[in-house]
């Protein structure tokens, strides 16, 4: 089967917390609690356009909008977490930029909330904007892609993925692997295999 690879980058300036810890690079850049936003944002910046200089694509989770604001031109995929695709206030801001955007299945792994974050996303909404106070009127975002990353066990299976009428990514990793690295090997392969034995069943 002949298909053409590309790489991206994952740039993660900022770590979802599930209670308290080390919330990123942009947050504490020099790792010792002194909290310097501001450095962290010029140092991420700068990272972000030395890796595009050597043209390369990047990618990063939107957790906090106010910070993405300020990469949103250097990023190509942007990814929506599991903790976060139910959040109203996401779909909206992701409803108003044109970059790719990347919507996992939430940690129950239920897929249909992927359809309800789709609607939401390709549509248009009128909103608050975040960074001073106007009212934002947005076209919708049609450029989406769902993200398989598993959740109470993994959702990589053909049945899964056959009946998704869009572009998929599957995370080799999280619960797709039960967070045993050796297993993201395993992981691509059954895909790989997937769409080279049954492409004609798989409408994406």
């Known amino acids: 089967m002949n298909f053409?690879?590309?790489?991206?980058?994952?740039?993660?300036?900022?770590?979802?917390?599930?209670?308290?810890?080390?919330?990123?690079?942009?947050?504490?850049?020099?790792?010792?609690?002194?909290?310097c936003i501001i450095d962290g944002i010029y140092m991420i910046r700068k990272l972000l356009i030395d890796l595009i200089k050597k043209k390369l694509f990047l990618a990063t989770e939107c957790l906090n909008f106010y910070f993405l604001n300020f990469f949103i031109d250097c990023i190509s995929w942007v990814c929506i977490g599991a903790r976060t695709m139910n959040s109203q206030l996401h779909r909206e801001f992701c409803s108003n930029i044109k970059n790719i955007i990347g919507i996992k299945n939430d940690v129950s792994s239920d897929l249909k909330l992927l359809n309800d974050f789709k609607i939401s996303l390709i549509n248009k909404h009128c909103f608050l904007s975040f960074n001073n106070f106007k009212i934002i009127f947005s076209k919708g975002n049609k450029n989406y892609q769902f993200v398989l990353r598993g959740g109470n066990k993994p959702n990589y299976n053909f049945t899964n993925i056959k009946n998704i009428n869009s572009s998929i990514v599957v995370d080799c990793s999280h619960s797709n692997s039960f967070k045993i690295p050796i297993n993201q090997i395993f992981v691509f392969e059954n895909v790989y295999n997937q769409f080279k034995y049954y492409k004609n069943k798989i409408k994406k």
Do not use: A, C, T
């Not at 740039?11 to 609690?33: A, Q």
């Open 4 to 35: 053409n690879l590309n790489f991206i980058i994952r740039v993660y300036y900022e770590k979802p917390r599930s209670n308290i810890g080390w919330k990123g690079f942009v947050y504490d850049p020099y790792l010792d609690n002194s909290y």
